[in-house]
């Protein structure tokens, strides 16, 4: 009988792992709750209108369609029992010979999960429809407002005011980049296209509870990428923990900041896998993971990506070793390797050979863009910021887009919204998507 490979979430670890077990003699089952692979580092860009969903997501049947020893099942996982070797659906089981958990996160709300539907995070295509609905109608309403006064001193100006206040709370890469993006797109796409309303006066503020945004990258990018967020007309505040939120805005430091718009990116929690398999799991839910990325006691399970706690050895894009091993980061090249990785482990341990050498992370670095041409970049030997770390973004992203149709619409798209300084994606819909809670684990 072929061995039965179930592969739990559709992300970076997961696609990566049922691609490297194209050939094996295995049969896999690819199971996500969606039907499309989503490219995340790029999600950003549809919040704020510069793309459409169909640019950064593919459906899977189609990746995997010329695959044959996978099935791809659109399904929600709802437990697992190890002992049985089971895999829990909403209607059927379905029995495993190996198990990959790529189930990724969901934002942590700190236990105030009633934040989350005045305080969207950024975590699916759906929530992209709900920020971008947000923001397009903060402007369509101040505007509203407006244009209903009878004169200047009549002008509600306090509501409209705090309309156009748009706070982000954490300013880790995301927060980063929607601040930018947002600081851009008010002061430049939608700068002429209002009568009663000056987009350009739009508030922008970026809080953070730790001493510092970019907290993983070194203290002088850290600093570079502050200075050029205020250039862009971001205000930054640091040291500045959120204790409270609604649907009127924020309060920070016992002072509450009227805001039209909040949006989340503080913090993230594994996804409910470990308590699936009653694994040992750190503070944030992933389950701790042996060197080999199987979960301890039960060798034919693996949690990779960020469903996964780890701490493995590092080599930097120069193949240089480092002093200490690392814990892998939640980001997107620790995912697909570890996929790459236990990909070769099924294989060896099918085919009866030896087990390889306990997993080890290439590092190559860290980017983050802040604007139209400026961006900073830690590769580990090498840190630095501006256009040639913005080019090395872009380029970056390009290349790890799916399919050459997909680059090549992304890259006009950004051609065009350069030269014109406008955003493409601005329709709202009659009913504009509400912000709801979203559980990843597919």
């Known amino acids: 009988m072929v061995p039965h490979v179930i592969i739990v979430g559709g992300g970076f670890g997961g696609l990566s792992t049922a691609r490297a077990l194209r ?31 169909d640019e950064i997501s593919w459906p899977l049947r189609s990746i995997l369609s010329a695959q044959e020893n996978v099935d791809v099942l659109l399904d929600e996982v709802t437990g697992i029992s190890p002992k049985q070797r089971l ?15 790529a189930t990724g996160i969901r934002y ?9 539907g005045f305080a969207p995070g950024l975590e699916s295509l759906d929530d992209a429809d709900v920020i971008r609905s947000k923001v397009l109608l903060a402007f369509e309403r101040a505007e509203a407002l407006a244009s209903t006064s009878e004169d200047q001193e009549s002008l509600p100006t306090g509501e409209i005011r705090r309309l156009l206040t748009f706070a982000l709370v954490g300013a880790g890469t995301v927060g980063v980049e929607m601040a930018s993006t947002l600081a851009e797109m008010s002061r430049v796409a939608l700068a002429h296209d209002f009568r009663h309303i000056d987009p350009r006066t739009a508030r922008i503020l970026l809080y953070e509870a730790g001493p510092r945004i970019l907290p993983t990258y070194p203290d002088d990018l850290s600093c570079k990428a502050q200075r050029h967020l205020e250039k862009l007309g971001v205000e930054v505040f640091t040291n500045a923990p959120v204790t409270n939120l609604d649907s009127e805005g924020i309060v920070v430091g016992g002072r509450k900041v009227p805001a039209g718009t909040v949006l989340w990116g503080a913090g993230v929690v594994a996804s409910p896998a470990g308590r699936w398999l009653r694994a040992e799991t ?30 493995a050895p590092v080599r930097n894009l120069l193949g240089i070793k480092s002093q200490k091993p690392m814990l892998m980061p939640g980001v997107a090249q620790p995912a697909i390797q570890e996929g790459k990785y236990v990909a070769d482990v099924i294989r060896r341990r099918v085919a009866g050979s030896t087990q390889p050498e306990p997993f080890w992370y290439w590092d190559k670095g860290d980017l983050a863009i802040i604007g139209r041409t400026y961006a900073v970049a830690d590769l580990r030997f090498a840190k630095f910021a501006g256009f040639p770390a913005w080019v090395l973004w872009a380029v970056v992203h390009i290349y790890f887009l799916i399919g050459f149709a997909n680059r090549l619409f992304v890259l006009l798209q ?24 979203v559980d990843p684990a597919a």
């Open 23 to 53: 050939g094996a003699a295995v049969r896999v089952t690819l199971i996500d709750k969606r039907n499309y692979h989503l490219f995340r580092p790029m999600l950003y860009q549809v919040a704020t209108g510069l793309l459409s969903d």
């Open 87 to 101: 895999v829990h659906l909403k209607h059927r089981d379905l029995a495993y010979d190996f198990l990959v958990l």
């Open 108 to 116: 942590n709300y700190f236990g105030h999960d009633q934040w989350r």
């Open 282 to 311: 750190d503070k944030s839910g992933k389950i701790i993971v042996e060197p080999d990325l199987s979960v301890h006691d039960r060798p034919e399970v693996f949690a990779i990506g960020d469903t996964a706690h780890l701490v």
């Open 414 to 437: 950004w051609g065009l919204a350069f030269l014109t300084k406008r955003r493409r994606v601005r329709v709202l819909s009659e009913e504009p998507p509400s912000a709801h809670a």
